[in-house]
């Protein structure tokens, strides 16, 4: 991961400079920060949709950390993206790097890994205005224009603050509505509780009548008052959410040998609202052969439209079919099998082929074709999808794809090596 950090530095150097944004700024007059603590806002909202607050601050324990909240324009929807940990900065060449072992995008929460994610603030070269890049393991990343702003983000987010000396606690998750979930400082008694802010200032009020005031002071940390106990209260990162998908076409889509089909079928193509040139075939086995297979199984991968380039993550796809009482999926491991594992695509026509498993076993690929005839976002294409030869009939079917060797349950989840027999 160090590594790759690293190479993004060096393309961010190319064009910006950056600096801490805490320390003794005389060294470097050619970007210069206006105070040591602050708060950048979006200049241009994301295609109109979302604006961000970039917040320069420190725990309650003074450490320097940045956080990054996104706020949706039309609904008021609010995700505190990151929260990170000021690594370094380098004030010669103005390069502050801030990191977190998870964000918004990656947090473990609803089927996510954890993914480690980078910030980056760079100063530009009028000493204004910055650019920040946010980005994770997996490329998902955000760059925006910032500039300094005496407004305050929305505090709509999860804060909160113990201290083990006294045992005071105060913690706050507080809605875009006005509304929250709070322990103000009570023992263990959460209430459900209205609150007020504007610009820097606000109260919370639970239903039974426990109130606390909020404030952030000159360091822009947050500072909860409440039941005799003041309090800086940490912000932490928003629970990722499900990803959302949207309508992108359909395509026609054939697996003769397992399906014993030469027919294509139609299935939906879905695209995410949230990461970039992600993808998804909606239950295409179900579509192909819905008295086998059941809906909700879905086959993700990648598609950019501007260069050609279809990818998929490593993992196993449940088609939503048994055998033999298990449950059937591709055991997509390009890095480990490579001659078992590719991709191909040649205009709108992709091919998926992979090695097939269930229970404990592997079979050999079966390949995957889709020809994305409605809303193919790349160039027009000229292939035509051509089924693959006659597969024998179904009461034929299961045993298909030459056995590979069995294998353990454990052996799954770690790919080892296997011969195709």
Known sequence: MKKYI???????????????????????????????????????????????????????TGEDIIYVVRQNIATGEVRTLFVGDVEQYDK?????????????????????????????????SNGVTRTL????????????????????????????????????????????????VVNLNVGDNYALADYEYGNGQGSVTDENGNTATLAFNK??????????????????????????????????????QWTEIEEPARVQIEVSTSIPNHYRLVSPFYAMEPDYADEGYHIEFYYDAATGEFTMDEGMYYIGEKYQGN????YYYPSTYPQYNYLENEGNVFVITSLWGHGNSLWSPMPITFMWDDGFPGAEATPKLQPAKKAPRRQMKRSLGKKVKTISPKVLDTPVNITVK
């Open 6 to 60: 690293m190479s993004l530095a060096v393309v961010l150097l190319a064009a910006f400079g950056l600096t801490s944004c805490h320390d003794d700024f005389n060294d470097t007059p050619e970007y210069p920060f206006n105070n040591t603590y602050g708060v950048w806002q979006s200049l241009n909202a994301d295609n109109g949709t979302n604006n961000y607050y970039v917040v320069c601050t420190k725990r309650s």
């Open 92 to 124: 010669t060449i103005g390069l502050l790097t801030a990191s977190a072992p998870t964000s918004y995008f990656g947090d473990g929460e609803n089927g996510t890994d954890s993914l480690e994610t980078v910030a980056y603030l760079a100063v530009q």
């Open 219 to 256: 360091d822009y940390q947050l500072v909860a008052t409440a039941n005799g106990a003041t309090m800086v209260v940490d912000p932490y990162t928003s629970e990722s959410q499900p990803e959302q998908f949207e309508a992108a076409g359909s395509a026609l889509i054939v697996c003769p």
């Open 327 to 330: 449950d059937v999926f591709l």
């Open 133 to 180: 890049q946010l980005i994770d393991e997996t490329g998902i990343e955000v760059i925006q224009e910032v500039t300094p702003t005496n407004v305050l983000p929305t505090i709509a987010g999860y804060w909160d603050a113990y201290d083990d000396e006294t045992g005071n606690m105060i913690i706050l998750d507080l809605y875009e509505d006005s509304t929250a």
